[in-house]
């Protein structure tokens, strides 16, 4: 009996410790400012290959502005370093569009989809109306003879 009472108590303070991890890298992220909720979806098929509206392949994260790129954190890891970096110079906005499908399900309430295209691969990136303002004209705030493409 105290043998189980240890594991389960144990278990609970492991767990305890765990949630207050996330809590806490979650705030050193947003420390600095400039952040924002962001859905990625990396190598994002093309609608000729039926990949819109599934709701597949998307990770929840945190996107934070870091000079001219933006560091991109997934919510439910340790990694104190982002997952993606996605330079100003290398991102190519294709379109925007609003979840279809499945992805309703799987992304944000009021989310709106950002189709881009960065070093050549296809992602798809998910953040509210207000964030996507906010991105749009970060890109658009590129230094002179900087290339920037925004549809």
Request: proline share 5%; with cysteine; hydrophobic share 45%.
């Amino acid at each position: 009996m105290v043998l189980a009472l240890t594991v389960i108590g144990t278990l609970v303070v492991l767990a305890a410790v765990g949630l207050f991890a996330f809590g806490m890298r979650r705030r050193l992220i947003q420390r600095s400012g400039g952040t924002f909720d962001c859905s990625l979806r990396w190598e994002a098929p093309a609608p000729s290959e039926g990949g819109e509206g599934d709701g597949k392949g998307w990770a929840y994260g945190v996107a934070r502005y870091s000079g001219d790129s933006i560091a991109w954190y997934r919510v439910f890891s340790y990694s104190p370093r982002p997952r993606r970096m996605l330079e100003r110079s290398a991102i190519e906005v294709v379109g925007r569009r609003l979840p279809e499908g499945e992805e309703e399900l799987a992304l944000l309430l009021n989310a709106v989809v950002l189709v881009c295209v960065h070093r050549g691969t296809r992602l798809e990136l998910a953040m509210t109306e207000d964030a996507l303002t906010g991105f749009l004209a970060w890109l658009e705030a590129a230094p002179p003879g900087q290339r920037v493409n925004v549809a």
